[in-house]
């Protein structure tokens, strides 16, 4: 039982390839499947923590997978839409959301070099529950681009200022996230 909640976390970062390959092959039955293994990844973000808590089960495993899982599964995706899609997730955004990941990481490991330990703050829960949203909206208006019935709504909002102003949202809750962890109060022993 012990193993389950790491097991899910670990279930998130092997998806992740998955979503890539799905969403370069640009079908409707590719990205359909990118979008339901994106949404089972996005879902077990939530299920480790909740069976984790629920079972009392806290591991140290635990504690540096769930993280990196999260960066692999919203970092990843957003790569490849940066790839296939730079007018509406363009490179200067990821590298933002990116470096953002990247300094808090540093800042965490240097608060568990000195004996404490970085707390994780609500906003940035938040933050990862808005990413995931945003990537699991990208995708759902994907396939529905390529239903004909759908397909005109869908690429308006694929190609217009909807997503690409979501966009910059994202990136201004997300860089403020990141601000937030040095403040003093969130270094606790």
């Known amino acids: ?69 999260d960066k692999v599964l919203v970092l990843g995706t957003f790569v490849a839409l940066a790839l296939l899609y730079p007018q509406q997730v363009p490179w200067w955004a990821v590298g933002i959301i990116a470096l953002r990941d990247v300094l808090v990481t540093v800042l965490r490991m240097v608060a568990e070099s000195s004996g404490r330990a970085l707390r994780t703050i609500r906003t940035a829960k938040a933050k990862t529950a808005l990413q995931l949203i945003f990537l699991g909206l990208f995708l759902l208006l994907l396939v529905l681009s390529h239903i004909s019935s759908t397909a005109p709504l869908a690429s308006e909002l694929l190609g217009g200022w909807f997503m690409y102003g979501l966009m910059i949202l994202l990136v201004a809750v997300t860089s403020l996230t990141g601000l937030l962890y040095f403040q003093p109060r969130n270094w606790v022993k």
Do not use: K, Q
């Open 1 to 69: 039982m012990r193993f389950i909640p790491n097991a899910i976390t670990i279930f998130r970062i092997v998806v992740t390839p998955l979503v890539i390959v799905f969403l370069f092959r640009e079908t409707m039955w590719s990205h359909s499947l990118a979008f339901a293994l994106f949404i089972l990844g996005a879902l077990s973000d939530f299920a480790d923590g909740y069976i984790a808590r629920a079972l009392e089960m806290n591991s140290r495993l635990g504690r540096l997978l769930d993280p990196i899982a």
